[in-house]
């Protein structure tokens, strides 16, 4: 039972706080040959697998290293173009290392900008008068959690679907944030959190969430 | 609903006087830097909005309160939980203009002010100012512009501290989704 990540965002729409608890599980390295049996592409400043699905390696994977030196964007840590790389026999056997890429932090703003418009939708949306946002997204992997304060932060959690106990971790996500953030005099209101103590604290109580499978007596 | 959070009732107690002297040095200072009366009323104002934006948070985090319905409604939640969860002491609700938008909130004792006494060069000096401040940015967090000003202070010669809230206008811009 997993807590993934959890995101503060401000009455702006802006994400002021994002935190990852997860660790990828699917990734695969292997050793390959000339020529690559995968089909690689651009997507997005990333390479990408388009075709080629075997051993772990699924399509949408992105290269993450290369001979255990990771990545960056489409070149390699040397600045080379990852493809031309791959396209020269005499760079073989190598070992590239693939997996599901992570969200860049300006994608992760965007994302939650997204959702700030996407939880206004859901009130309008509403056929009755008076009805909060999206309190909840669930997929088959996992399941979005947001409670909205009515000073307009939100607090969003991504768990496990079997996770019980998110809401009263919300609000304890409200009682750390209204201390170690707030009070911290240097902190300005509706800016990125940068606070170790709120970090801290945030942690422990993920922990305390996960083990517990059940935080309180709440859903 | 969940367990309440171990801190609401709060076993960190400090010393009141502590507190009292901490303000007392506050608006001393003010006063030395300023001079002015006026000013330093309004920097207290100031520093009061400055926390009452902070401190709202904080009451909604403990408290479970949910958004008042009416100015009523406020003027109960303000009087009855918030005074009680902060200062210890539950002023009562009165002078309720006919409009229904205009209180009064009527303080026995004022921690602020034990053991002071305003001298005669400072008369215009309203020495807990910083409540107003602390009301009008709460408030306003939670989409509500208003006005608090003493009415009445013990520290000037009144029988009893008076502020008065009226309730200007809902803050229409920046409303959170959900709330009309």
Known sequence: MVIFSVYVVNKAGGLIYQYDNYVPRAEAEKTFSYPLDLVLKHHDEKVVVSFGQRDGIRVGHAVLSINGVDVMGKNTAEGKDILEY?????????????????????????????????????????????????????????????????????????????????????????????????????YSLEMPIRCELFDQNLKSSLEVAEKAGNFGAGS | MSRQSNRTTDSKKMNSELFTLTY????????KDYENDEEVNKQLDKMGYNIGVRLIEDFLARSTIGRCQDFRETADVIAKVAFKMYLGITPSVTNWSPAGDEFSLILENNPLVDFVELPDNHNTLIYSNLLCGVLRGALEMVQMAVDVRFAQDTLRGDNVTEIRMKFIKRIEENLPAGDE
């Open chain 1, 86 to 186: 791959l396209k020269d026999a005499t760079n073989y056997p190598v070992s590239i290392r693939f997996g599901r890429a992570r969200l860049s932090s300006n994608e992760k703003l965007m994302l939650a900008s997204m959702f700030h418009s996407l939880f206004a939708i859901g009130s309008q949306l509403s056929p009755e008068v008076g009805s909060s946002g999206i309190e909840m997204l669930e997929t088959d992997v996992f399941k979005l959690h947001c409670f909205q304060t009515l000073t307009g932060i939100k607090f969003i959690v991504l768990a496990d679907p079997r996770q019980s106990g998110i809401d009263a971790l919300l609000r304890k996500i409200y009682e750390i944030y209204s201390d170690f953030a707030l009070k911290n005099p240097f």
């Open chain 2, 24 to 31: 007392g040095a506050l608006v001393t200072q003010l006063c």
